[in-house]
């Protein structure tokens, strides 16, 4: 597999639709694909890591550059999405070949922590604790912001990526959408 990263910019639309296609695919078996062919759920993101086998995408993980709240401190954080591996190609470590690069990646940045909301025990694996926090975002339904939500999620996970401890006891305003 080689893996390549992208600036969302430069995504032409042949990767758009090789991603939608992917995500509609890995999302799909688990009966959640809510893409419906875009390469993205509710927003763009800043960043691609992708993996390839030739002209096939096999792997994706989108990054997020975000300044987020905790408690009174605005923090710079990576914010992971959309972790998708072709199901022809599961079980292989392309996931966790893209998780090493991301985090590779995330340590050469200005960003604290990387958080991500999702429970597959790759994530543990690797390190990434899981948190409590109670989350404040932006909810948005139909193409428009519909209503600010808060709630404590059993999804987040964190990683540190410098010496600073993530507080769990701490308010989270992701300042804007969910990732
Ligand atoms: C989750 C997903 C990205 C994993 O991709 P993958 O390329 O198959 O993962 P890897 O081959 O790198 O496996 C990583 C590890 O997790 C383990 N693993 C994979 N699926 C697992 C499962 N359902 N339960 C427990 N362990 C599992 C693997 O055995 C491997 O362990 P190892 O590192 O000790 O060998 C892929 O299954 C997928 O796209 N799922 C649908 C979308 C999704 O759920 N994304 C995550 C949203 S939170």
Do not use: C
Request: proline residues 2%.
């Amino acid at each position: 597999m080689q893996i390549k990263t992208i600036h969302e910019i430069q995504l032409t639309k042949d990767d758009d639709a090789a991603i939608g296609a992917l995500l509609s695919r890995a999302f799909g078996q688990i009966g959640d694909d809510d893409f419906e062919g875009r390469s993205y759920y509710k927003q763009r993101h800043h960043l691609r890591v992708l993996g390839w086998e030739g002209d096939h995408l096999i792997g994706h993980i989108a990054l997020n550059f975000r300044m987020v709240t905790l408690g009174d401190e605005t923090l710079p954080i990576i914010g992971l999405a959309e972790v998708a591996t072709h199901p022809d190609h599961g079980g292989k470590g392309v996931a966790s070949a893209l998780l090493e690069e991301t985090i590779k990646l995330a340590l050469d940045a200005q960003a604290t922590f990387i958080l991500l909301f999702g429970d597959h025990p790759i994530y543990t694996r690797r390190g990434f604790l899981p948190a409590q926090n109670e989350l404040r975002y932006v909810g948005i339904e139909d193409g428009h912001i519909n209503t600010v939500i808060t709630q404590v999620t059993k999804h987040l996970k964190v990683m540190a990526l410098r010496d600073q401890s993530w507080d769990d006891t701490a308010k989270l305003d992701l300042l804007g959408h969910i990732f």
